[in-house]
């Protein structure tokens, strides 16, 4: 049986803020951790992808990345999902334009994003249950 969860740790991707694979939630905001500087993150809440769910217990984006075939390659699935994440808790039901406008800063060369947008609106229909 193949494990549903997505788990990558931090990419290091392009390192000047362009790419989005760095992505982690710095105090529940989405950022690229490679424009952080350490004084910045100091006593703040720093949440990975790894830190949303467990193999047992994945989060519902998690779930939907592996459900709706939104990772590929992997390399940008742990941006995304913290993107998604920061914009589901401030937007539970946001639109495919709000969804496009919240991943804009995470670029993916294998999806097409048709996939992604489509875990992010599943996700958000599963986190409404």
């Not at 969860?5 to 939630?25: R, S």
Request: glycine fraction near 10%; include cysteine; aromatic fraction near 4%.
């Amino acid at each position: 049986m193949q494990p549903r969860l997505i788990t990558l740790h931090v990419n290091g991707g392009c390192e000047k803020g362009d790419c989005g694979a760095c992505a982690v939630l710095l105090d529940g905001r989405a950022v690229n951790s490679c424009l952080v500087l350490a004084w910045q993150a100091e006593g703040a809440e720093i949440v990975t992808d790894t830190g949303l769910g467990t193999m047992d217990d994945p989060h519902p984006l998690q779930e939907a990345f592996a459900d709706a075939g939104a990772a590929q390659c992997g390399y940008c699935t742990p941006g995304m999902i913290v993107a998604a994440k920061a914009l589901l808790d401030r937007t539970p039901h946001p639109t495919e334009d709000e969804i496009r406008e919240a991943i804009s800063g995470n670029l993916c060369r294998c999806t097409g994003y048709a996939q992604i947008v489509k875990a992010i609106q599943m996700a958000a229909e599963r986190m409404d249950e």
